[in-house]
């Protein structure tokens, strides 16, 4: 293990953002509070410095600050790539994936096939499973549970649903050429219906990737509560290259329905201010929630980096930053509920 401290000599390390010890990170997955811990699984070449040979790394923190490096969560093989993903506590052992003294933290991610594979070409969701608390997987047997037979079907956030339609599991992913969040339900984290869609919707001028979907009370009023959408596209973003927006609106545990939409999909530069954006920068993308955060709280972290230049920025041997973890609200201005504050 690497514990990464600040500060430090090497040439260009942030102080206070996460970067691997020697090797490429971009987008953060599976981020999820565990028994005081955060951990953070990220896109990660355990192999060198720029993209390839996708992998979830691994760091845990107690103060969202200081960082230790992990050993490589779940590696890529010569079937598949690692893609993005979340993780969830599962709590009632839903999956069965237990192993009867402890219930599971189960990954869901996206396996991008490799020519070797039986689903070559395909990108479709697999299952993977850790008693100890996130830091050793194993892969189910039967992936991939969600398979559209689509080379662009990725990026699985999923989170427990609790409302007037019942109680079960929630994934949001895209179809990221169609610039599309698929919602789909499950009892046990295995078998998978399908929901609804949302999309395409204001910004389109690049694929959408990484969607994330959650409550916030307005104002702080747990009577007026929100479900904000959050979906990165790359490219497209207000300053150019990747960037991240949302919608805010209603979902009933089918159906996201926006109250923030402003045109059905857009590239035309003059709507770009009217979007809603999770950031203005150019470097904060693939931004998702943390699960299972006590009291509620949504914390948001973002890799700290852009496509225009991700694989050029002059560090070595590390290779991109993660951004700081931030606290969002829901807040009214000028009659309607505006970007989430930040902390």
Known sequence: MTAVTAPTREAFRPAMHYASKDTWLNDPNGLIYYEGNYHLYYQNNPFGNVWGNMSWGHATSTNLITWTEQPVAIACDEYEDIFSGSVVYDQHNTSGLGDGTAAPLVAIYTSAYKENSQHAGIQAQSLAWSTDGGYTWSKYHGNPVLNRNSANFRDPKVFRYNGPAGAYWV?????????????????????????????????????????????????????????????????????????????????????????????????????????????????????????????????????????????????????????????????????????????
């Open 171 to 343: 994934m949001v992913a895209v179809e990221a050429l169609d610039f599309t969040v698929v919602m789909y339900r499950s009892d046990d984290l295995k078998s998978w219906d399908y929901l609804s869609s949302f999309g395409p919707a204001n910004a389109t001028g690049g694929v959408w990737e990484c969607p994330d979907l959650f409550p916030l009370p307005l104002d702080g009023n747990e009577d007026l509560i929100r479900w904000v959408l959050t979906v990165n596209l790359n490219p497209g973003g207000p300053n150019g290259g990747s960037a991240g927006q949302y919608f805010v609106g209603d979902f009933d545990g089918v159906t996201f329905r926006s109250e923030t939409t402003v045109t059905e999909g857009d590239q035309d530069p003059a709507h770009m201010a009217e979007y809603l954006w999770l950031d203005w920068g150019r470097d904060y993308y693939a931004a998702v929630s943390f699960s299972n955060v006590p009291d509620g709280r949504r914390l948001m972290m973002a890799w700290m980096n852009n496509w225009q230049y991700g694989n050029d920025i002059p560090t070595s041997p590390w290779r991109s930053p993660m951004s700081l973890v931030r606290e969002v609200s829901l807040v009214t201005s000028e009659g309607a509920p505006h970007p989430p504050s930040r902390q």
